[in-house]
């Protein structure tokens, strides 16, 4: 019943083998998989994915590290794509202030289409973030954002994951608690309530430890909801329970 909630399965690096990717994923109870799309032109890509595999959803948005001069137009054209079922969410969005190729106003500017996207739209974001905390928060505050969104990859502080969840925004819990050192963010997310939190794995990026240098895969969440059923100190079957519910109250149009 666990479902990785940000997976690039669109990615050229899944081409080959998609298809055991998917069997790898189903085996160890993967039953859902979210493609955030990172730019337009993977735009059909990703409901063609959605399309082809029952258990696919998918966002549709411009992610600032995939973004270029053009991004503001083609983000105009976003609404177009969000009436197909298959289609749960606006995102990959955000800001990143280390690998993005426009600067910061650019990309704020680009953001806010999105949000705008999102409130008409009634969806949540997938948003991505990175050192820029202080320049999202405003902006989200800015905008009535009925279906929130989720703050992939979370990491940081307990401070800042309070900021996002008082909020209503959701965190999502990947290969980086797999780490123990990654004690700031583990403290962190152990101390917001279970309901604020969504599995993730952001294949093929994010290994989890032991894994380093390695294409990640969907099945891994697997792994991740391990380590935090034991962060949690909760069995893994009632967590589990627990973060399906998370998900159709977070996707609700997921099947
Ligand atoms: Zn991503």
């Known amino acids: 019943m666990l479902t990785d909630s940000h997976c690039h399965l669109d990615f050229e690096c899944f081409d080959a083998d998609r298809e055991a990717v998917l069997q790898r994923a189903a085996l160890v109870g993967v039953e859902h998989i979210v493609v955030p799309a990172v730019a337009a032109e993977h735009w059909p890509r990703v409901a063609a994915l959605a399309g082809r595999y029952p258990n696919v959803s998918y966002g549709l948005g411009i992610h600032p590290c995939f973004a270029s001069e053009h991004s503001l137009t083609e983000v105009e054209t976003l609404p177009q794509g969000l009436q197909q079922p298959g289609c749960v969410a606006i995102g990959e969005c955000g800001l990143d202030a280390v690998n993005s190729p426009l600067n910061l106003a650019e990309q704020q ?11 008409e739209a009634q ?3 997938l948003l991505h973030v990175r050192k820029a905390h202080h320049l999202l928060l405003p902006l989200l505050d800015r905008h009535s954002l009925p279906g929130r969104g989720v703050i992939h990859g979370f990491s940081g502080s307990r401070e800042l994951a309070m900021e996002y969840v ?8 990947g290969g980086v608690i797999t ?9 962190a997310i152990a101390s917001v309530p279970v309901d604020a939190l969504l599995l993730e794995t952001d294949s093929p990026d994010m290994p989890l430890c032991g894994q380093q240098g390695k294409r990640n895969e969907p099945a891994s969440v697997q792994s991740v909801l391990q380590a935090l059923s034991q962060l949690l100190d909760l069995p893994s079957d009632a967590l589990a329970e627990q973060l399906a519910r998370n998900n159709s109250r977070f996707f609700n149009r997921l099947v």
């Open 179 to 187: 780490y123990a050192r990654a004690t700031k963010t583990r403290a």
């Open 109 to 119: 500017r680009l953001l806010e289409r999105h949000l705008v996207v999102a409130s």
């Open 123 to 125: 969806l949540p974001l």
């Open 166 to 173: 008082r909020r209503g925004y959701r965190l999502g819990v």
